[in-house]
């Protein structure tokens, strides 16, 4: 939402608040611009700011990149243009297979796997494969308007529509801003503003017809404008004729649509297991284009052998750098505690080190290990723990899963996102897999044998499509859905005794949705392990005193989002059959879920619509409907019902219903995440170390290791010192007997103990009691 305001200076914080009245006003403005197909000319200007890249030349104007500051009034109607044209050209299946740019359900990883996958299916057939990487130069900028207005209507996209994006695109201008100084305007002819949203749709609705061009038994591979082809040939000579023809027919279509492919950066790769390697000449608009070994095609870099060598050593190197940040933030005794820690590792160190690991995770152990080893630093930094830590006893104490436990589930999760996409050419491939004549692993292979080893999901056997979208337009009117997420006086649960919970929500219902007033709908939901075997239970308190309940089984195969979710619908049929003999009826319906609720806020696809309908047979025949958050297990006595009646309707008989990819998306998670506990027996999301300052964290986790600057374990472990005796020489030097029997601590353990304490409430006992074993090692000097 923070964003740099366009040339008119309204900024999105001034939208997000406006009042009522305004809004109404600005839909107005809307309206008349959609329906007149004209637009002020000052949502049509754009102020250019250049970025230097990193490590070009300044002297030239190549070597930075602009960043386009558009009108966010425009942008917020564009929103509005964009989901209708969206929906139009994916309800009619218009756009390519081959594009996944900015596409709902499609991402960069999903063409880096199909080419891997590729390769690999051809070295186990004895096969070559020559791709080549085609750059499209200054593709955005190089859009011929009245070439793009010929394709939308094409495409069926005409009226309003057409009119609309045709003055959108007339007469837009651009000024450059260098500090405090603007230079004049210039008016852009050709191409498709940047920074725009609606540019990514019209630019892929532009380039769609590209796939028309490529010859049989040549691939391709696009996102947005980054083009890949290939082709997989036991004789080299034909995978050359095929790729020479599908560049001549490129280079004819780019000039076509003036459009130009870069012929000097524009390379080829010769993948293959030989020993002698192969000789290609491919050549494009007259000019030779130079092999690559080394290619890098949306941020992963490929190889001859696909070793993935050369880009694990490259996210080894990117990993380790941004590793020092998370140095510089804490030390042992200083700085960021374990929280921030491990979100600055998992939102800016992790994801270059798991980006496609989908391609390269199953490469050689040894060159897998690098990027592991990245991750067991930042568990030593984040935990504090001594080199000798077990590696398990850092996960447990983080919350990190592993690398390796992390990928199998990411292979797990796209397979199945692959069997739901008939449409996919990875749908294809992962279900005609044969036996590896070779012993190399792919993703195909390697998820299919995560996929036989996971018991649930091979019990699963119904699976619907993926839906990227609803099938109803989204000009279609629809019931707006109320949702409060928050109680604004529970700051967090946390916070809070059960009974101050229990005083502020029934205060909170009470004064915005008195029980004389309002229907209480209170629902809940639950699965076995959060995976199987889900149960719903409503329970509903009439104005007049009334009560009704409902206990229904959510499937053999579950979530609690969606026994949480069906326990909402169940709500809603309910209301939809007694409302209509209250007049004036008002209703919320109270969920403790407070993770389904805001989820269901972003809803999109086929979920939303069907909460939608539910909705909209509850609403005809309410004055009000709202979803309303409350705080669980804290004593409201119509939420515990509700759970009471949840757990019954898990005991139910269960129906084996199809699943939605959402689902078993969140099953493979859970499924997952409830195998890597069993393993790690340690794990304990309360745990009380987490509210600690940084020293307090690294003492009380080097105290429960073993692993510490006691003398015991330098001894043991490291050789250090002749004795591993305390210096009161009557024991081991262990934190056992630091903290519990050392007479010479005997006068400071008193001081801060009054009375007798466990071992194992020192240790993991509540904050508190951590709190007083750590004053007690720093007031006593113990180097720990």
């Known amino acids: 939402?923070?964003?740099?305001?366009?040339?008119?200076?309204?900024?999105?914080?001034?939208?997000?608040?406006?009042?009522?009245?305004?809004?109404?006003?600005?839909?107005?403005?809307?309206?008349?611009?959609?329906?007149?197909?004209?637009?002020?000319?000052?949502?049509?200007?754009?102020?250019?700011?250049?970025?230097?890249?990193?490590?070009?030349?300044?002297?030239?104007?190549?070597?930075?990149?602009?960043?386009?500051?558009?009108?966010?009034?425009?942008?917020?109607?564009?929103?509005?243009?964009?989901?209708?044209?969206?929906?139009?050209?994916?309800?009619?299946?218009?756009?390519?297979?081959?594009?996944?740019?900015?596409?709902?359900?499609?991402?960069?990883?999903?063409?880096?796997?199909?080419?891997?996958?590729?390769?690999?299916?051809?070295?186990?057939?004895?096969?070559?494969?020559?791709?080549?990487?085609?750059?499209?130069?200054?593709?955005?900028?190089?859009?011929?308007?009245?070439?793009?207005?010929y394709k939308l209507q094409k495409y069926g996209i005409t009226g309003k529509m057409h009119q609309w994006i045709t003055e959108y695109l007339r007469k837009r201008k651009a000024r450059v801003k260098i500090q405090e100084h603007l230079s004049r305007c210039h008016i852009l002819k050709e191409g498709v503003p940047q920074g725009s949203v609606l540019s990514p749709t019209l630019?892929?609705?532009?380039?769609?017809?590209?796939?028309?061009?490529?010859?049989?038994?040549?691939?391709?591979?696009?996102?947005?404008?980054?083009?890949?082809i290939w082709t997989i040939e036991e004789n080299i000579g034909t995978a050359k004729v095929r790729l020479q023809n599908a560049l001549e027919n490129l280079n004819m279509w780019t000039q076509d649509w003036i459009m130009k492919a870069n012929a000097k950066k524009t390379t080829f790769t010769i993948f293959t297991l030989s020993t002698k390697k192969p000789t290609v000449t491919l050549t494009l608009d007259g000019q030779k284009?130079?092999?690559?070994?080394?290619?890098?095609?949306?941020?992963?870099?490929?190889?001859?052998?696909?070793t993935w060598k050369t880009h694990i050593d490259t996210c080894h190197q990117k990993g380790l750098t941004r590793t020092c940040i998370l140095r510089k933030l804490a030390g042992l005794e200083w700085g960021a505690d374990s929280n921030i820690l491990k979100m600055t590792y998992t939102g800016y160190v992790r994801p270059v080190l798991e980006y496609g690991v989908t391609s390269w995770g199953m490469a050689a152990k040894s060159n897998v290990q690098k990027v592991i080893s990245v991750q067991n630093q930042n568990l030593r930094i984040i935990t504090g723990g001594m080199k000798s830590t077990p590696i398990r006893i850092m996960e447990s104490q983080s919350q990190i899963e592993s690398m390796l436990d992390r990928r199998d589930r990411k292979l797990l999760t796209e397979r199945t996102k692959y069997k739901v996409q008939p449409t996919s050419k990875m749908h294809k491939r992962i279900n005609n897999l044969n036996k590896g004549r070779l012993k190399r692993s792919s993703f195909a292979i390697e998820s299919k044998l995560i996929e036989t080893e996971n018991e649930i999901i091979q019990e699963i056997k119904n699976l619907t499509p993926l839906e990227t979208h609803a099938s109803t337009p989204p000009w279609e009117k629809q019931p707006q859905i109320e949702i409060r997420s928050h109680i604004r006086t529970i700051e967090s649960k946390h916070k809070h005794s059960d009974l101050e919970l229990k005083d502020l929500t029934s205060t909170y219902l009470n004064e915005n949705l008195p029980k004389e007033e309002w229907i209480r709908v209170y629902t809940d939901g639950s699965a076995e392990n959060a995976?199987?075997?889900?149960?719903?239970?409503?329970?509903?308190?009439?104005?007049?005193?009334?009560?009704?309940?409902?206990?229904?089984?959510?499937?053999?195969?579950?979530?609690?989002?969606?026994?949480?979710?069906?326990?909402?619908?169940?709500?809603?049929?309910?209301?939809?059959?007694?409302?209509?003999?209250?007049?004036?009826?008002?209703?919320?319906?109270?969920?403790?879920?407070?993770?389904?609720?805001?989820?269901?806020?972003?809803?999109?696809?086929?979920?939303?619509?069907?909460?939608?309908?539910?909705?909209?047979?509850?609403?005809?025949?309410?004055?009000?409907?709202?979803?309303?958050?409350?705080?669980?297990?804290?004593?409201?006595?119509?939420?515990?019902?509700?759970?009471?009646?949840?757990?019954?309707?898990?005991?139910?008989?269960?129906?084996?219903?199809?699943?939605?990819?959402?689902?078993?998306?969140?099953i493979i998670k859970n499924s997952m995440k409830n195998k890597w506990k069993e393993s790690h027996p340690e794990f304990n999301r309360q745990d009380g170390v987490h509210q600690l300052d940084r020293r307090g964290q690294t003492t009380i986790f080097r105290l429960r290791a073993g692993h510490n600057r006691l003398r015991h374990h330098m001894n043991?472990?490291?050789?250090?010192?002749?004795?591993?005796?305390?210096?009161?020489?009557?024991?081991?030097?262990?934190?056992?007997h630091v903290l519990q029997n050392c007479q010479t601590y005997d006068a400071l353990r008193q001081s801060i103990w009054n009375e007798a304490v466990d071992m194992t409430t020192k240790l993991y006992g509540p904050p508190h009691e951590l709190e007083r074993t750590a004053a007690f090692i720093a007031k006593a000097g113990v180097a720990v």
């Not at 991402?107 to 004895?126: A, N, P, R």
């Not at 630019?203 to 083009?227: E, H, M, R, T, W």
């Open 289 to 306: 284009l130079i092999e690559e070994n080394n290619p890098k095609y949306l941020g992963i870099t490929f190889d001859p052998r696909l």
């Open 531 to 666: 995976v199987t075997n889900g149960g719903s239970g409503v329970y509903i308190e009439m104005p007049d005193g009334k009560t009704t309940e409902s206990s229904i089984p959510t499937g053999t195969h579950c979530s609690n989002y969606r026994a949480e979710l069906e326990a909402i619908m169940e709500a809603l049929t309910i209301l939809g059959r007694i409302t209509p003999y209250i007049p004036q009826a008002k209703a919320v319906i109270l969920s403790d879920s407070r993770s389904a609720l805001e989820k269901l806020e972003v809803l999109r696809g086929a979920e939303r619509q069907q909460l939608a309908k539910g909705f909209k047979n509850a609403v005809q025949n309410t004055q009000s409907l709202v979803l309303q958050w409350i705080p669980a297990h804290c004593g409201i006595e119509g939420n515990e019902r509700a759970d009471s009646l949840a757990k019954e309707g898990s005991q139910l008989e269960q129906i084996e219903r199809d699943l939605m990819y959402s689902e078993v998306k969140t």
């Open 203 to 228: 630019f892929s609705i532009y380039i769609n017809d590209i796939q028309s061009v490529i010859p049989k038994g040549v691939n391709a591979a696009l996102y947005a404008d980054d083009l890949a």
């Open 716 to 736: 043991r472990v490291f050789k250090v010192g002749e004795t591993n005796l305390c210096s009161c020489g009557e024991a081991a030097e262990t934190a056992e």
């Open 1 to 149: 939402m923070k964003k740099s305001p366009g040339p008119d200076q309204v900024t999105n914080e001034m939208l997000v608040n406006l009042g009522n009245g305004m809004k109404r006003k600005l839909l107005q403005l809307f309206n008349t611009s959609w329906r007149s197909g004209r637009i002020p000319q000052a949502w049509k200007e754009a102020t250019m700011t250049p970025i230097h890249k990193q490590g070009k030349s300044k002297d030239k104007a190549e070597s930075y990149r602009p960043i386009s500051l558009l009108s966010c009034l425009c942008k917020t109607m564009e929103r509005m243009v964009n989901t209708r044209l969206t929906w139009y050209l994916e309800n009619n299946n218009i756009l390519i297979e081959e594009q996944a740019g900015f596409r709902k359900g499609r991402c960069t990883e999903d063409q880096i796997t199909l080419i891997s996958q590729s390769i690999e299916d051809g070295f186990q057939e004895k096969k070559n494969t020559v791709a080549v990487w085609i750059d499209m130069e200054k593709a955005f900028d190089r859009v011929w308007k009245k070439g793009l207005s």
